[in-house]
DNA sequence: ATAATCTACAACTATATGGTTGTAGAAATG
DNA sequence: CATTTCTACAACCATATAGTTGTAGATTAT
């Protein structure tokens, strides 16, 4: 998969509330799809989808253990996205650099808000 | 719109590669629609409407000069990403830190790849 | 004044997504 | 061994999304 298809999957995979929850608790601990499943008022095999998607996105992990999968939250996919992010940044304080705009420095840069 | 609505909508404007490279390109510096819309081998009203929902995540901003919309990027919302996903982090964190897992530590956290 | 440019949105189509129900196999439990 | 639990996936439906074409008004250029 392209490396632009991946990043639109991580993005997509977070643009939902389940999912995030699911990543959430995924990161504090590994969790089976069905005790994931009891937390969300929803069927099991929705949850297994959104499961399935974030397995995709790479931000969880399975491992098989008798009956069950285990989930595990994967934080080096976090800090993908994180760095995506700071590109985005990097571009906009380079342009500030360019510009050479003071007023620039009086926006609560990284400051107090 | 409620908070989580919000979130979703952040995570789902950045999934798509169009989407970003308009935010990209307008961290570097304010674009009318029509100057973004060449750039991409798709309608007008197509490109109209990713800035739509770009602004509607308040990833961008628009101001009008007399015919033309002009965009900018909003590093405001990129930096709302950014918490949200230092959340994620922290997270897996306090979950190291809770077994002490002295091996984990060997895990190049934060440290040379 | 007219033509060109820019923008906004409606209506449409094809595809994707989120959730459900049903079926079925593997493993744990009694 | 029988039952229960857990998981996987197919098929379905309703809704959302991505892009197109067409229409129209406002602003700028000639």
Redesign the interface.
């Known amino acids: 998969m392209a490396a632009?298809e991946q990043?639109?999957?991580?993005?997509?995979a977070?643009?939902?509330?389940t999912r995030?929850d699911i990543?959430?608790r995924t990161?504090?601990?590994e969790h089976s799809i069905s005790s994931l499943a009891r937390s969300y008022a929803m069927s099991f095999a929705a949850v297994q989808k959104h499961v399935a998607l974030l397995e995709r996105a790479e931000l969880v992990i399975k491992r098989r253990q008798g009956r069950e999968q285990l989930v595990r939250?994967n934080?080096e996919a976090?800090?993908d996205?994180?760095a995506l992010?700071d590109?985005?940044?990097a571009?906009?304080r380079?342009?500030i650099d360019r510009f050479g705009e003071i007023l620039a420095t009086d926006w609560n840069e990284g400051g107090t808000t």
Chains 1, 2 share one sequence.
Do not use: K, T
Not at 14 to 17: E, N, Q, V
């Open positions: 632009q990043v639109d999957l991580l993005f997509h977070l643009a939902d509330a995030r990543v959430m990161m504090q601990g939250g934080v976090i800090r996205v994180h992010l590109q985005f940044e571009v906009w380079s342009r």
